[in-house]
């Protein structure tokens, strides 16, 4: 038996496993997928899980003795998601969201991710100073420069002729919003909002939020932070802005212990086989085996989980969070281990 069968195999008798303990569901958090890899996905996911709309996400949290549910969210609003995934879901009628980077949508910049890997593919092994660990340190003024002096200097540049690369145009976001998918922020800039001054993260998350909203002409349905880093009090603060769902990169389900502004997801990947889905899906069902893809590990378990109720304002929420898993108030991400 081939070791993809056997994979297969064994994922899906754990995620069958999963299923009889586990209330609840998954929030999957894709980038940029192809036709065949959409229909995969959608094939793979649709045999343990319902779909639902992020607008049914609250609803399904509480709900009892239902089949699991699983929340599709595409982050970073490239082309090919409007052009290549959306459509291919309205097909199937598969409902999901769409985080989009407002400064870049209809712009002519790549991301700064797609620049670096245009540098790396050129030059194989880049310089310590681009090492991706390194620039994920930095604030976005400072990263971006780098990378944009790097280009130049390489003579490299990321290709927007590849819809993978490029944004989508608002256009495009106010036809999938039109189509029923849901369009939420993804920051104004992609900037890691954990390394920006308080004031400057605190802005960009607002704009976004607000820009969301009056291009779409409704209330922004989500935020969902850049590379996955937040705090407490940058969550709470897209909650404040507007933001009626606000997602993280913590990979286990999420249940009734979820508060609606930290919200777990569950990151795949477009080359992901069946059988690695069914696995890594059931081992975000413990709650602690996979690492959290913004760089911090596995520091998310010792978070303590607490509810937005009628009475807490953001400060005592934050307060009680800190309490339990950072010791602090301070703007900084309480996911880093110290
Ligand atoms: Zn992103």
């Known amino acids: 038996m081939s070791f993809d069968r056997v994979l297969n195999r064994a994922g899906r008798r754990s995620l069958e496993f999963v299923r009889l303990f586990k209330t609840g569901g998954v929030i999957v958090n894709e980038h940029v997928l192809s036709l065949e890899q959409t229909r995969r996905h959608v094939e793979v996911l649709g045999r343990s899980f319902d779909f639902i709309h992020l607008s049914d996400l609250q609803n399904r949290i509480h709900a009892r003795n239902k089949k699991p549910f699983c929340l599709l969210t595409f982050d970073d609003g490239k082309r090919s998601n409007a052009t290549v995934v959306a459509p291919e879901l ?149 909650f404040d802005c507007g933001a009626c769902a ?21 990151q795949l990947f477009c080359g992901h086989s069946a059988g690695v889905i069914h696995l890594k899906l059931a081992l975000a069902a413990s709650g602690w085996m996979l690492s959290n893809p913004d760089g911090t590990g596995r520091g998310y378990r010792a978070m303590r989980r607490v509810r937005r109720r009628p009475g807490h304002n953001s400060e005592s929420l934050i307060e009680h969070f800190a309490a339990g898993a950072a010791g602090s108030v301070s703007h900084r991400p309480v996911n880093l281990p110290e």
Not at 90 to 113: C, E, Y
Not at 184 to 207: M, Q, S
Not at 246 to 266: G, I, M, S
């Open 90 to 238: 309205k097909r199937l009628g598969v409902p999901a969201a769409f985080f989009v980077v407002t400064s870049s949508l209809g712009g002519h910049t790549p991301f700064w991710f797609d620049r670096h890997w245009a540098l790396r593919a050129k030059l194989g092994t880049l310089p310590q100073g681009l090492a991706l660990p390194v620039l994920k340190q930095l604030p976005y003024r400072v990263l971006a420069a780098r990378i944009e002096q790097a280009c130049a200097q390489y003579g490299v540049e990321a290709d927007l002729r590849n819809d993978d690369i490029c944004p989508m145009s608002w256009e495009e976001a106010r036809r999938l919003h039109q189509q029923g998918f849901s369009v939420g922020a993804h920051g104004h800039t992609h900037a890691i909002l954990t390394r920006e001054t308080k004031a400057d993260a605190f802005e960009n998350i607002a704009t976004s939020i607000r820009m969301v909203s009056a291009e779409i002409a409704a209330p922004c349905p989500g935020f969902a932070f850049p590379n996955g880093n937040y705090t407490p009090e940058l969550a709470l603060h897209a």
């Open 246 to 266: 606000v997602l993280t990169t913590e990979p286990v389900w999420v249940d009734e212990t979820f508060p609606l502004w930290r919200l777990p997801r569950v």
